[in-house]
């Protein structure tokens, strides 16, 4: 890796930079946009960036700020060893709020615009998870993580020195959930306080939920009325089916404390993201339709506060809003969505729901809304994340920031398209194709026929440093990618379609796309083929073996699934298999052992690779292993590497290094 820094400055001084294929190595050093954070009168654009160590050797995480117009200039913010994130502007435009660790723990500083040193402004005895600063410059909602009962701060001090003198590890429990994503449960949870600015760092605040034992749903879902009187957010009521429903609902409560109000408590599914519009007579949020349904149509609600009405906008367009925000006329709302292989944006018109596509190439996201422009950032296959604006009505569309100009000039990445065809039940699925890198059409290439985790996702027009098919390019594989039935993006039927059908439509998918990429491609070779896949993904790849055993030479399981009933048994959201599946695992109509990899084992012949995580809790690693002891068993070749320090995902660099080292051997063992 060194060698590979030293070189490309080198060829950078001499104003020439030689292309080559997108190693990991490379991978890990593109500088990444984080926080984007539009001033209040659109003039001015703060966002986070951490650089990657590319050319110069810069590691640095630091804020910048841009100003915006036909001279745009941008400049260095801060220079400081902690992070900063959460980024925030004062209403005034003169300083900007952000969350660092520079006294010990999370809290929460301010940086005037105009010169000088950041200034905090908590003080707290908990770090700081998150904060929303109210409109009128002064009161600021906190997510701190307490002990539910605890009127105080000092009381969740108390406890954790209490717990502390423990001489024991036990943990007990007495209600799911016991564990989430990777971590046990203890009994501490995220509450959301209010607290007011002074002259001084605060070192307390009020808890509006002390006596709830249950989390909200995170700061981004939490919002100030227009008054700054009361605040609104989403969270589960508590209750004992917390690992079982999805019903999250939309609560008020005044900012001295008091009574939390359900708003919408006539809605059994999923109520998240409340916010209001700039003039103060709407209040709009999301909403799902299905209880216990986590991949359900996300829907915009909007209410009237001035006449009481209450409606969902475009309620006939099919997608689920991801994201959204006013716009300053309070008559345009701009949101985010899939659509087609894209996250865009479009603008719905409030009085009567017209949906305008705005901007629709690559994954649009942290959009943000001026009177005279959107900014947002934006990824690519070819590209990763950058700072983009854009007109409201799609005109004018401008690259902000390029902060990988050097980092890609040393890359030739492989040509994309999208592609569709007649999948399962004559319906038309998409997919992407990407070339090698080195193309050339009268060469044959194996293929790298990747499939997307979820099971409600997609593998879109997207740069994914975990599932990043230019690596697999750069190796010199034609990369394939179906949306089988089930994807994101396509409308809700599509995604519905693989509830309680996971080995079926999505199967027939997988074969008709590798068949038609082969008649459509035929610098394809399909004789050296493997499949790869994670979680669901990692199912499909466990579910290939044994109902299309003889389709690829090679198959890539990660964090996949295995044996369905011991799944339920172990995973921690249950209200995803419940839905999905049909029920509980005891349940005779359900569909554990319908769809159950483990079922078909008998048939199993192809050499797998095997890869997961003991930290692991959504697809807890017994799951692996149990796919691995059945190919030791069987006699098929087959390979297991444990990551004791992961997740679901490999976010480590050094890992990814490692994990994509083992995926290569393993493929090209097999192709090559």
Same mark, same amino acid.
């Given at each position: ?168 590890? &036990? ?93 919408? &408590? ?119 994340? #950058? ?258 320090? #992961? ?26």
């Amino acid at each position: 890796m060194k060698k590979l820094t030293l070189l490309a400055a080198s060829l950078l001084s001499c104003g020439a930079m030689a292309k080559g294929p997108l190693t990991v190595e490379h991978l890990n050093q593109h500088n990444k946009i984080g926080n984007v954070a539009l001033s209040p009168d659109g003039r001015f654009v703060v966002y986070s960036q951490t650089n990657g160590g590319f050319a110069p050797a810069d590691t640095s995480h630091d804020l910048y700020l841009m100003t915006l117009g036909d001279n745009r200039t941008t400049k260095r913010l801060t220079q400081h060893s902690s992070r900063e994130s959460a980024v925030q502007w004062h209403p005034d435009g003169r300083s900007i709020f952000f969350i660092a660790n520079r006294s010990g723990s999370n809290q929460i500083w301010q940086l005037r615009l105009d010169g000088g040193e950041a200034q905090q402004v908590t003080q707290l005895p908990v770090a700081v998870n998150g904060f929303k600063l109210a409109a009128d410059g002064k009161t600021l909602a906190l997510a701190l993580t307490v002990k539910p009962g605890c009127q105080t701060l000092q009381c969740t001090l108390d406890a954790k020195a209490k717990d502390a003198e423990k001489k024991d590890s &036990a943990l007990a429990y007495d209600q799911l959930m016991v564990r989430h994503w990777d971590h046990w449960l203890d009994q501490y949870r995220e509450h959301l306080h209010v607290a007011v600015l002074s002259d001084k760092p605060l070192t307390d605040a009020k808890n509006l939920m002390a006596d709830w034992n249950t989390n909200i749903a995170g700061i981004n879902e939490v919002a100030f009325t227009p008054d700054n009187q009361q605040l609104v957010f989403s969270a589960k009521i508590p209750a004992e089916d917390q690992a079982w429903h999805t019903n999250f609902d939309i609560f008020q409560v005044p900012v001295t404390g008091g009574e939390k109000v359900n708003l919408t &408590a006539d809605n059994p599914a999923w109520d998240a993201k409340p916010k209001f519009s700039n003039d103060g007579r709407f209040m709009a949020y999301l909403a799902m339709k299905k209880p216990g349904a986590e991949a359900d149509r996300f829907g915009l609600m909007l209410l009237d506060l001035v006449t009481g009405e209450k409606k969902e906008l475009a309620a006939n367009w099919d997608r689920s809003i991801s994201d959204y925000q006013f716009g300053l006329d309070n008559r345009t709302i701009y949101v985010t969505t899939q659509d087609l292989g894209q996250y865009s944006i479009y603008a719905i018109n409030t009085s009567f729901g017209d949906v305008i596509k705005v901007y629709g190439d690559g994954y649009a996201g942290s959009l943000q809304v001026a009177s005279d422009k959107l900014v947002f950032t934006n990824h690519r296959l070819n590209m990763p994340t #950058e700072i983009f604006q854009i007109g409201p009505d799609g005109s004018q569309l401008q690259q902000l920031t390029d902060a990988n100009a050097e980092w890609r000039a040393a890359v030739q990445f492989g040509d994309f398209e999208q592609f569709s065809f007649k999948g399962a039940e004559d319906t038309t699925v998409y997919g992407y194709l990407v070339k090698p890198w080195n193309f050339d059409a009268n060469k044959k290439y194996p293929m790298a026929f990747l499939v997307h985790g979820g099971p409600q996702g997609s593998f879109g027009n997207m740069f994914n440093e975990r599932w990043n098919a230019q690596m697999y390019a750069a190796k010199g594989y034609a990369v394939v990618m179906v949306d089988f039935h089930g994807s994101t993006g396509y409308g809700q039927a599509f995604t519905d379609s693989i509830s309680r059908d996971w080995g079926g439509k999505p199967l027939v998918d997988l074969q008709k796309g590798f068949e038609y990429i082969l008649e459509a491609q035929p610098w394809i070779d399909g004789n050296r083929a493997c499949a790869l896949g994670a979680s669901y993904g990692g199912y499909m790849m466990n579910w290939i073996a044994g109902n299309w055993p003889q389709g690829f030479k090679c198959l890539v399981n990660h964090a996949g699934l295995y044996d369905m009933p011991s799944f339920y048994g172990s995973t921690e959201e249950l209200w995803f298999p419940e839905f999905d599946l049909g029920g509980t695992a005891w349940d005779p109509q359900s569909d554990y052992q319908k769809f159950n990899p483990a079922a078909h084992a008998d048939k199993w012949q192809t050499p797998m690779l095997v890869i997961h995580g003991l930290k692991d809790y959504r697809v807890p690693y017994a799951q692996g292993l149990g796919a691995f002891t059945n190919l030791q068993r069987k006699g098929i070749d087959s390979r297991l590497v444990i990551f004791p320090d #992961e997740n679901h995902w490999i976010l480590k660099p050094d890992n990814r290094v490692r994990w994509y080292n083992e995926v290569f051997q393993w493929l090209d063992k097999y192709t090559k």
